[in-house]
């Protein structure tokens, strides 16, 4: 589906576009739930749960992109892609998965280790995209990339992993709560250097050869602990108006 075909569709077109979409979304992940239930119940721990999500969803965007609904088979437009989807994990899924980690959270043991925590998840992240950018550079003769502002920039992509398996398997074998949290904690937060050091590496005005700049000095701690600060103020905020408005 290309963004010319949504600017020339009728208002019943986009309806039947629309009622598609989140029938298959919602369907897809009512199936990935019960089949992760299901993982479960059996005691299946050679399967991981997020394995069996991860295969769902892969399904769902072979169904999407094959079947013709909504457009041309075979076909998807970038900037429809980057919108629609971008906007999916930005205003619905990131939430989802932030408020439910803050929930689920045990505040006293992320506050005894929260030091550790942050330096792991900071300096860890910090040195893990130092090392992929680098390896990425000594092997540019096998692959399109060559400068390495962009090497830079795809290892911030793809340095903050996230132990999904790991605290899969930490919880079914209850190891230790501090190895659980730091672990947990880490996850949570190295999204968010890798994420501020993309996008102050991406708002730089430098050549493609010109990695680093003072500019980067100032602007990545101000976005990592601006945000974080605003973050809390904003917490603080709506818990005081839920306990005067209880």
């Known amino acids: 589906m290309a963004m ?30 019960v089949a992760g239930h299901v993982v479960h119940v059996a005691h ?41 989807f971008g906007g999916i994990l930005k205003y619905f899924c990131l939430p989802v998965i932030i408020f439910e980690s803050g929930w689920s959270l045990r505040l006293r ?13 900071v300096l860890g992240t910090a040195v893990s995209i130092l090392v992929v950018a680098q390896l990425i ?11 390495p502002k962009t090497a830079y920039a795809i290892a911030c992509l793809i340095s903050s992993t996230d132990p999904v398996a790991t605290l899969s398997t930490f919880g079914s074998l209850n190891v230790d709560p501090l190895l659980f949290i730091m672990v947990f904690g880490e996850s ?22 010109m990695v680093f700049d003072r500019q980067m000095v100032f602007e990545v701690p101000a976005l990592l602990f601006g945000s974080a600060g605003l973050g809390f103020c904003l917490a603080v905020v709506f ?4 306990e005067f408005l209880a």
Request: net charge negative; glycine share 4%; charged share 10%.
């Open 4 to 33: 010319a075909e949504i600017c020339d569709a009728t208002s019943e077109t986009l309806d039947a576009w629309t009622r598609q979409y989140i029938l298959a979304l919602t369907g897809m992940a009512l199936l990935a739930l």
């Open 44 to 84: 299946l721990s050679f399967l991981p749960q997020a394995l069996v999500s991860i295969s769902f969803g892969a399904l769902l965007g072979t169904i999407l992109y094959v079947s013709t609904w909504g457009g041309e088979s075979l076909a998807m437009d970038s900037n429809l892609e980057s919108l629609v």
């Open 109 to 121: 043991d992320f506050i005894s280790q929260f030091g550790y925590i942050l330096l792991v998840a």
């Open 137 to 147: 550079m000594a092997t540019s003769d096998y692959h399109i990339i060559q400068d």
């Open 188 to 209: 949570q937060i190295n999204d968010a250097v890798a994420i501020t050091i993309f996008q102050s590496l991406n708002s730089l005005n430098s050549s493609a050869k």
């Open 239 to 242: 818990i005081l108006i839920f």
